[in-house]
C-alpha cells in the first residue's frame, strides 16, 4: 500500500526521556523483537532501547568508553554497530548482546556504512590511502573471519539486497559523476548499474523484493528512484 501522507501517528512521546538531542545520521535506529535501539544524545551519544510492547520510556545501555556511534545492525538476537573507543575517530564494529547487557569488540577495522546481508556484515573500511584504499569488508559472524573486496573509488551507503550489496561510488563512465553499483560476493565482481549516473547517488534503502535510492543534479532536488531487476 502506498503512503498517502493521511494515515500516521506519534509512535511514543516520551515525557521523562531525558536525551537531550537526536541523532540525525545514518543506520541509528534497528529493531530485535519487539525491542528497539537508536541513538540518542545525552551528554555524549549513546544507544537508547524501547520495548514498543511495554510501558516504559527507553533506557540508556550501559555502554563503556564508546563515543561516535552510528550504523546500528540487528542480526538474530544481537546487536551492531561502529563507534569510536580510543578518540582516534576511528570508528570499530563492536556487538551489544541483551542477553548478558555486554558489549564486545568484534573487528578493529574502520568501519563505515555497516549493513547486513544472508547474516553477515558488511561494510566499508577506511586505509591509510586514497582511492582504491576503502575496500568492502565483510565480516562473517559464523567463524569470526574478515575478508575484503577493492573498490575502484571510495564507497558509501552500503545495502543489502537478494545476495548483493549495493553502493554510491565514482562513475567509470564519467569520473566528475557518481553512480549506484552492484557488488556480488559470490563472484566478487562490482558492475555499474547502467542509468544510475547523477551528482549525487546515496540513501539506499531495500523493502521487500525493491531497491530505493535517491540521486540529485545540481542544483535541482533529490529524486527518489527503484532499480527494476526483472
Given at each position: 500500500?502506498?503512503?498517502?501522507?493521511?494515515?500516521?501517528?506519534?509512535?511514543?512521546?516520551?515525557?521523562?526521556?531525558?536525551?537531550?538531542?537526536?541523532?540525525?545520521?545514518?543506520?541509528v535506529i534497528a529493531a530485535?523483537?519487539?525491542?528497539?535501539?537508536?541513538?540518542?544524545?545525552?551528554?555524549?551519544?549513546?544507544?537508547?532501547?524501547?520495548?514498543?510492547?511495554?510501558?516504559?520510556?527507553?533506557?540508556?545501555?550501559?555502554?563503556?568508553?564508546?563515543?561516535?556511534?552510528?550504523?546500528?545492525?540487528?542480526?538474530?538476537?544481537?546487536?551492531?554497530?561502529?563507534?569510536?573507543?580510543?578518540?582516534?575517530?576511528?570508528?570499530?564494529?563492536?556487538?551489544?548482546?541483551?542477553?548478558?547487557?555486554?558489549?564486545?569488540?568484534?573487528?578493529?577495522?574502520?568501519?563505515?556504512?555497516?549493513?547486513?546481508?544472508?547474516?553477515?556484515?558488511?561494510?566499508?573500511?577506511?586505509?591509510?590511502?586514497?582511492?582504491?584504499?576503502?575496500?568492502?569488508?565483510?565480516y562473517d559472524l559464523s567463524?569470526?573471519?574478515?575478508?575484503?573486496?577493492?573498490?575502484?573509488?571510495?564507497?558509501?551507503?552500503?545495502?543489502?539486497?537478494?545476495?548483493?550489496?549495493?553502493?554510491?561510488?565514482?562513475?567509470?563512465?564519467?569520473?566528475?559523476?557518481?553512480?549506484?553499483?552492484?557488488?556480488?560476493?559470490?563472484?566478487?565482481?562490482?558492475?555499474?548499474?547502467?542509468?544510475?549516473?547523477?551528482?549525487?547517488?546515496?540513501?539506499?534503502?531495500?523493502?521487500?523484493?525493491?531497491?530505493?535510492?535517491?540521486?540529485?543534479?545540481?542544483?535541482?532536488?533529490?529524486?527518489?528512484?527503484?532499480?527494476?531487476?526483472?
Amino acid at each position: 500500500m502506498a503512503f498517502d501522507g493521511s494515515d500516521f501517528s506519534l509512535a511514543k512521546g516520551f515525557t521523562d526521556f531525558s536525551a537531550t538531542s537526536w541523532q540525525d545520521d545514518r543506520g541509528v535506529i534497528a529493531a530485535i523483537g519487539t525491542e528497539i535501539y537508536f541513538v540518542a544524545a545525552d551528554s555524549g551519544a549513546g544507544i537508547w532501547s524501547w520495548d514498543t510492547a511495554g510501558s516504559a520510556d527507553p533506557a540508556k545501555l550501559s555502554l563503556t568508553g564508546l563515543t561516535l556511534i552510528r550504523d546500528l545492525v540487528a542480526v538474530g538476537d544481537k546487536l551492531y554497530f561502529a563507534a569510536d573507543s580510543d578518540i582516534d575517530y576511528k570508528r570499530e564494529l563492536w556487538e551489544w548482546d541483551p542477553g548478558t547487557n555486554s558489549q564486545s569488540q568484534v573487528s578493529s577495522s574502520a568501519v563505515l556504512d555497516l549493513t547486513e546481508l544472508d547474516g553477515d556484515l558488511y561494510f566499508v573500511t577506511v586505509g591509510d590511502g586514497g582511492p582504491g584504499d576503502n575496500p568492502i569488508a565483510k565480516y562473517d559472524l559464523s567463524t569470526s573471519t574478515e575478508t575484503t573486496s577493492a573498490v575502484a573509488n571510495i564507497a558509501w551507503d552500503l545495502e543489502g539486497h537478494n545476495g548483493k550489496i549495493y553502493y554510491g561510488s565514482e562513475s567509470a563512465i564519467d569520473s566528475s559523476m557518481y553512480a549506484a553499483w552492484e557488488y556480488d560476493p559470490s563472484s566478487g565482481t562490482h558492475t555499474e548499474i547502467p542509468g544510475t549516473i547523477a551528482d549525487e547517488v546515496d540513501s539506499f534503502t531495500s523493502i521487500g523484493d525493491s531497491l530505493y535510492y535517491l540521486t540529485k543534479n545540481l542544483p535541482g532536488n533529490y529524486d527518489l528512484y527503484t532499480i527494476d531487476f526483472a
